[in-house]
């Protein structure tokens, strides 16, 4: 796994939420009152208030009976303007994908991840143009052919109308969705090598923190701040570290939680490991890298070493820890396997009263690297049915669905519908592409942890300041590094700058994050259930956060709107 799997934390998100959607509401609620008192006077003050009495009357009226009539006309003219063609699409692509993915000459191992990744990627491409389509020129179509005015005519609210759309194309989109992802399933389990479908897992990982000590066995710098990475080996991708063999280095695990819930059937502690290997020397390029386990008490320091294993290079090695182990010695530090057992109970003498175990990675051979990051070692639980994770799979491409058809509608309340595509599809593309970029600029902890796995990419967005300080420099021909002149105006400069940053701010957190959707898709590929703090609840907040403010947005704008205007 080549990303950190980091948990979501809703109350962080919640908080967000609520900034960005206070602040949206001040901005172009301040701006439409303005802009009436600017043309109509006073008498735009009573038409501000009127509106917002009338859109918090509609709010508490809402009828369901109402909205699943507007639901059920639109399920109907969805099927009418025959958007199930898409299953003919579908089919075809399916009909001849077999030909180009059976006979690649990928390593068996790796072959039910191009099947897996080619279907969930399969099912979202050509569900995201449907909706698009579906939700952007309904509305528009209806004003335009003019079957919208024997809607409004009858004790229909605007607010309903919104609903009721993306309420109908939800659950055209959730149908053709459940019958892509079933096909999709029964094309896997059919079409994929028998050697392959072993590798077909849904591994539960129980991931731990990582730090590292350095080649003397100290685990904090010069600061007393624990040691976060090991030794570059010149890799521009910083992801992984680095730790020396034959020395005191070592990669660090800390693990809670950890019970017997954890052990397979036959009783062990199962460590799935993928690490990397450096070669500072030529020699036998057959001969693997050996490494070597302790397990370390917390509350103690109880070290107990295990036996020595070889690397399995670019793919995952499984080492069963048994719960009883025989005392070993420890490289580099012979004297350090503890206490004067000749067998240790893991459970009992190894793990912590409260779950809690240190599991310390160390190289046996001198002058070798061994490289990794966070993920690359985790406690494997009981395999879940691959189904299950595949389900869940799908569902979070359901919330992409979701999120398109809430912005689409919302886009198609006030423009036509070749606009509203648009918009939509722009959005859609600054999301996937251009989401993280914008966060350097605004300093999002979130993109300069992205960042700071390259070199210089922490660096990068910390300097050059705003927009009008950036043009000071440039034309002054300084330094990024060297600090402003003092001044009323490198403080006027600095001020509008900050300014704009927070609103650039704002319209980064407005514009979707489709991370964690696509977060799951390369977790199932990679043969790990979709979890549910990284990327299944993400990928619900997701939506989540889009409904109030769509909602809202489309009856504003419907309410406004002349509806004759074709």
């Known amino acids: 796994m080549d990303f950190n799997p980091t948990p979501f934390n809703f109350a962080t998100a919640l908080q967000t939420w609520l900034q960005v959607f206070g602040a949206a509401v001040l901005i172009l609620g301040g701006a439409t009152l303005l802009g009436l008192v600017a043309s109509r006077g006073a008498t735009g003050l ?44 579908f089919a075809l692509l399916f009909m001849f994908a077999g030909w180009f993915l059976s006979g690649t000459n990928v390593p068996v191992e790796n072959q039910s991840k191009i099947y897996v990744a080619f279907v969930l990627r399969a099912i979202s491409w050509l569900m995201l143009p449907v909706v698009l389509l579906l939700s952007c020129w309904g509305i528009p179509e209806d004003i335009r052919l003019r079957s919208l005015h024997t809607v409004v005519t009858k004790p229909v609210h605007r607010l309903e109308i919104v609903l009721g759309r993306v309420l109908g194309y939800s659950i055209i989109g959730g149908l053709v969705l459940a019958v892509m992802g079933f096909v999709g399933w029964a094309w896997i389990v059919r079409q994929m090598p028998a050697g392959a479908k072993a590798h077909l897992t849904c591994r539960q990982p129980v991931f731990g923190s990582l730090t590292f000590k350095d080649r003397e066995g100290n685990e904090r710098d010069a600061k007393g701040n624990p040691l976060t990475a090991g030794v570059n080996t010149g890799d521009v991708w910083e992801f992984r570290s680095y730790i020396e ?78 719960r009883i182990l025989p005392r070993v010695a420890e490289v580099a530090m012979p004297e350090s396997s503890g206490g004067d057992k000749t067998e240790y109970d893991l459970l009992a003498d190894i793990v912590s009263p409260k779950g809690d175990l240190i599991v310390e990675v160390l190289c046996a051979d001198p002058n070798q690297y061994l490289g990794m990051a966070a993920p690359d070692l985790f406690i494997r639980t009981p395999d879940l049915p691959f189904w299950m994770g595949y389900a869940k799979a799908v569902v979070c491409i359901g919330t992409v669905m979701l999120l398109v058809i809430l912005l689409g509608v919302t886009a198609s309340t006030f423009t036509k519908g070749p606009v509203a595509t648009l918009l939509t599809f722009c959005l859609i593309v600054v999301g996937m592409t251009s989401r993280d970029f914008m966060g350097l600029l605004v300093g999002d902890e979130q993109a300069l942890r992205k960042a700071a796995m390259y070199a210089g990419g922490k660096q990068a967005a910390q300097q050059g300041g705003g927009v009008f300080e950036s043009i000071y420099r440039i034309v002054t021909y300084m330094n990024p590094s060297v600090p402003l002149p003092e001044g009323p105006a490198t403080t006027l400069m600095k001020t509008v700058d900050g300014a704009l940053v927070s609103f650039l701010w704002l319209v980064h957190k407005i514009i979707p994050d489709f991370e964690y959707p696509d977060r799951a898709m390369r977790y199932l590929a990679g043969g790990f259930d979709v979890e549910w703090k990284t990327a299944l609840l993400p990928s619900l907040a997701l939506v989540g956060a889009y409904i109030i403010p769509c909602l809202l947005l489309g009856h504003f704008a419907l309410r406004i709107r002349e509806l004759e205007s074709k």
Request: cysteine-free.
């Open 245 to 322: 063999g034959a020395t005191k280095a070592r990669a660090v695990w800390r693990f809670s939680g950890v019970s017997e819930k954890l052990f397979d059937p036959e009783g062990n502690l199962v460590l799935e490991s993928r690490f990397q290997a450096f070669r500072s020397y030529k020699g036998d390029m057959s001969r693997p890298l050996s490494y070597q386990y302790v397990l370390v008490n917390p509350d103690t320091g109880l070290r107990v070493p295990t036996g020595f294993r070889t690397v399995n290079e670019f793919r995952y090695r499984v080492d069963p820890i048994p």
């Open 46 to 89: 009573v038409i501000w208030a009127n509106e917002l009495g009338g859109m918090l009357r509609d709010v508490a009226s809402i009828s369901p009976r109402r909205v699943w009539a507007l639901a059920q006309l639109t399920f109907r003219e969805a099927r009418r303007r025959k958007a199930l063609l898409v299953f003919v699409v």
